[in-house]
């Protein structure tokens, strides 16, 4: 989609509101690099469609976070502080154009929206929160954006998506994946390639861990954008045979590795063409219920 598309829907017609269902409908097609922090703000609930909502929310989201930098270290266990830092450290990967001033900063800036969300947030530390930030880093300038825009996708994510309900949900997509790909399926069992190996990433932490930074943004794009145009988990339904349309898509690599080539290629997947994804990933969809396969 153009930019010019997006100019005149955020900023001609934004003086009282933004039209959602216009705007989520552009974003299935991709969002322009230079309106994409704008947009995801509407579409993950950051910003307000309405202009007179939106400048309250804006006031008092600078004052509460003003109070979470005032007293965020307060209450986090010292062991869960040098846990984030060591991931951030170990994980980030700075931009080929970034300075090491400018890497350095970013660390630091993923550091501190994990260490307060997890102040404000009490839950199990995983390492997979470093993956899920990752993308907001790279599209946000400001600390406190990349805050707010990282806490509203936790609130979205699917509790099917936990450590536990990954479980049940793996039974049903290798279910999925032994009828659909049954050469590929049948050639990781020969190459002793088990999901549980690399699946619970896959699926947990939406690829951010194992797609390249372009292909992410794109994917999540279009994630944010159905989460728009129906109820809250819309993107959860589709995720799953996106999984499996990535593993269709590499399939003829895939059948060239040996065990530790695929391990390797499954935790480092190479950039895709996320528009042949999605085309592929509704196929397959469509395929497993014409032979209700779930």
């Not at 322009?32 to 804006?58: F, H, I, N």
């Not at 660390?107 to 993956?131: F, K």
């Not at 479980?167 to 032994?178: K, Q």
């Not at 999540?220 to 996106?242: I, K, N």
Request: with cysteine; glycine share 4%.
């Amino acid at each position: 989609m153009s930019d010019e598309e997006f100019k005149e829907l955020l900023q001609e017609e934004s003086e009282t509101h933004v039209d959602m269902v216009r705007l989520s409908q552009l974003c299935l097609g991709g969002i322009p690099d230079t309106k994409r922090a704008e947009t995801w703000r509407y579409l993950l609930g950051v910003s307000r469609s309405e202009k007179l909502e939106e400048m309250t929310l804006v006031k008092r989201m600078a004052q509460e976070y003003v109070e979470l930098e005032r007293v965020w270290a307060l209450s986090l266990d010292a062991n869960v502080i040098r846990r984030v830092k060591h991931d951030v450290r170990r994980t980030h990967q700075p931009g080929a154009d970034q300075s090491r001033e400018a890497s350095a900063s970013s660390r630091a800036q993923m550091e501190q929206v994990l260490l307060r969300y997890l102040n404000y947030h009490p839950c199990e530390y995983d390492r997979g929160l470093v993956y899920l930030l990752g993308p907001f880093v790279h599209v946000y300038s400001t600390e406190r954006e990349v805050y707010y825009c990282f806490e509203a996708l936790l609130s979205r994510l699917d509790p099917r998506l936990s450590e536990d309900g990954c479980l049940e949900l793996m039974v049903s997509f290798n279910t999925v994946f032994r009828h659909t790909l049954p050469e590929l399926y049948r050639y990781f069992e020969d190459e002793a390639v088990t999901t549980k190996d690399w699946l619970p990433s896959w699926l947990r932490f939406l690829l951010s861990r194992e797609l390249p930074a372009r292909s992410v943004l794109r994917l999540w794009d279009v994630y944010f954008a159905l989460e728009q145009q129906a109820a809250r988990g819309s993107y959860f339904e589709l995720h799953p045979y996106v999984c499996l349309a990535v593993l269709q898509l590499s399939i003829e690599d895939l059948l060239e590795l040996d065990h530790f080539e695929i391990h390797w290629y499954l935790n480092h997947l190479p950039p895709l063409d996320i528009g042949n994804v999605l085309t592929a990933a509704r196929n397959i969809r469509e395929d497993v219920l014409s032979r209700n396969l779930l």
